[in-house]
């Protein structure tokens, strides 16, 4: 079941004449707060990412857009969906994909580990695309927006605490298509504000939006316990990480710790 947070709930948000992106960001505070303090993005903040962590990172978040992406495009002359549409400018699926090309080689896809977690977000927004096309502008604005403002300083992170060059294994940060992220931010949240919801949808838009980062904690919790999980099994075996990193059992381990985790984390419903 959901778990409990004391995060503002839509209905406490009583701003009925404020911008749809002013009442998304007073009503996700708390949970934006959380967000921030999750194990994984703590080791960001500090410069300690792991390429271990950085790749489960890429792994679900390839995922998540790609299932947002899909229900985007799909909903896009939707008048919920169509004035926040950019798929130019915003859309990470292929840059992600160069990435874990980059990492995992051409047969990456054979080797992609989620957590349940991130299927179950990856299920919300698959499902909220049939059924509720305009929440899609939670979660929209929650990610592009985040990594807009974000993903300057986290993609130099990432690269000083990896040791990558030349912008290899970090396409995911970049925005080819965003010439100013400031001005760029300031259109979007305009096309936010004229999207035209009634009092319920708007209620529904806010709620989604805290589901929202809910979904994003839970995910980055699960990937960090996977990365323990492993860490902890690998310091037990008689052979260096490295000897067996790339074989077939330590691909079976990997899938292992996933089963191990979702259990643990027990079963989030929605």
């Not at 169509?82 to 990492?103: G, N, S, V």
């Not at 790339?246 to 259990?263: E, N, Q, Y």
Request: proline fraction near 4%; include cysteine.
């Amino acid at each position: 079941m959901e778990t409990e947070n004391k995060t503002r709930t839509a209905e406490e948000v009583e701003m009925p004449d404020r911008d749809l992106s002013e009442q998304i960001k007073e009503a996700t505070k708390d949970s934006h707060v959380r967000a921030e303090n999750t194990e994984l993005m703590l080791s960001y903040q500090k410069g300690q990412v792991t390429l271990a962590q950085y790749k489960l990172l890429l792994c679900s978040l390839h995922h998540i857009y790609e299932a947002l992406e899909e229900e985007l495009e799909r909903n896009s002359s939707h008048p919920g969906v169509a004035p926040i549409y950019f798929p130019t400018e915003l859309a990470r699926r292929e840059l992600i994909e160069t990435d874990l090309e980059h990492f995992y080689g051409q047969d990456w896809r054979e080797k992609v580990v989620v957590p349940k977690a991130t299927e179950r977000y990856s299920h919300r927004l698959r499902q909220i695309g049939r059924e509720n096309p305009e929440f899609l502008l939670a979660h929209a604005y929650t990610r592009y927006l985040g990594d807009l403002s974000g993903g300057q300083v986290l993609g130099r992170i990432t690269q000083k605490s990896l040791g990558l060059k030349n912008g290899e294994g970090v396409a995911f940060f970049t925005f080819p298509g965003v010439s100013s992220p400031n001005r760029f931010k300031q259109l979007y949240r305009s096309r936010m504000n004229s999207v035209e919801l009634t009092e319920e949808q708007r209620t529904g838009v806010l709620e989604e939006a805290v589901r929202a980062f809910e979904l994003n904690i839970q995910v980055f919790d699960a990937l960090q316990d996977m990365v323990s999980r492993t860490q902890r099994l690998t310091n037990t075996l008689p052979f260096p990480s490295e000897q067996i990193a790339s074989t077939p059992l330590f691909r079976m381990v990997i899938g292992l710790c996933v089963a191990l985790a979702t259990v643990c984390m027990g079963i989030y419903a929605f």
